[in-house]
């Protein structure tokens, strides 16, 4: 990541999700790109999951958002680990703490446990790599804490309720900034290569 390389130390916690993922709150799926009748529901054991991939894999063709890379053996499935529990999702929280002057940077994201293909969100957005569908899902680090019941005390409040940190849009690879919530029809409000007064001016209209 060139964010630790390059604008370190950067501190970055990875975990799981056992709770009913909270995709409301996710544009994708208020876009009705993907859907969530197939994320992982609180409570799938690794086999059902692998049946149902190998049912997934049978019933459709490959270039489906629902055909998996390789086909699923449930038989194979070893006892030891066919009532484990399954994650719903992921999720990754970035802290840069403040730095020669400059106040700390915070993101999230959360990611679903689906049998979507993610990679083919970028299908549906037009100025969206494949590279680059992580972006759909940055989330507030609140709502993070809620649904993987993980706290993150070091990182001040007020940056829990952000969705995403200008600071880390700025410092992406490609060199595009983002205006989470007010790009309407790309996934959290994409502005590629936009200036500040141009995301407050595509915003303004939000905040009456």
Wanted: glycine share 8%; charged share 20%; aromatic share 12%.
């Amino acid at each position: 990541m060139t964010w630790g390389v390059d604008e370190g130390p950067v501190y970055v916690v990875t975990g799981t999700t056992f709770r009913s993922f909270p995709y409301q709150s996710f544009q994708v799926y208020t876009d009705h790109v993907m859907d969530p009748a197939f994320i992982y529901p609180a409570g799938l054991t690794m086999h059902a999951a692998v049946e149902q991939h190998h049912v997934n894999f049978d019933s459709t063709s490959p270039g489906d958002r629902l055909h998996p890379k390789r086909y699923a053996k449930p038989d194979k499935v070893r006892a030891k680990v066919k009532d484990m529990r399954m994650p719903t999702g992921y999720f990754k929280v970035i802290y840069r703490p403040a730095l020669g002057g400059e106040p700390a940077h915070a993101i999230g994201f959360m990611l679903p446990h689906s049998f979507e293909n993610l990679n083919q969100i970028a299908d549906s957005y037009s100025n969206l790599s494949k590279e680059e569908s992580f972006w759909v899902f940055v989330s507030r680090i609140d709502l993070i804490e809620e649904t993987s019941g993980v706290r993150f005390p070091s990182i001040p409040e007020n940056m829990k309720s952000m969705w995403g940190d200008d600071w880390f849009f700025a410092h992406d690879t490609r060199g595009s900034l983002r205006s989470p919530g007010c790009g309407r029809g790309t996934p959290q409000g994409m502005l590629a290569d936009s200036t500040k007064a141009e995301r407050l001016a595509a915003c303004i209209d939000l905040l009456k």
